[in-house]
């Protein structure tokens, strides 16, 4: 299922809360998945992974303030 996955870009959610998030799955094996951000590259073990998402579409702000 992860494999399918690999090379797109997600947010990977953990068991603990946390979420690792605008970065690329980068390689996938059995115990391990290695995730590439701007800024650092993770080896995370899957065993730490609640779910993995990936953003289909922008998600729309709110308007903030007064219409008049």
Known sequence: MLASLQ???VTIHFID?????DGVLDQIDDKYVKY???YQ???IPI???RTVS???KEKQ???VGFAP
């Open 36 to 38: 590439l951000t701007q």
């Open 54 to 56: 990936i953003d289909i």
């Open 47 to 49: 065993t730490s992974i």
């Open 7 to 9: 090379g797109k870009e």
């Open 17 to 21: 809360g946390t979420c690792a998030s």
């Open 61 to 63: 702000s709110n308007r």
């Open 41 to 43: 590259t993770l080896v």
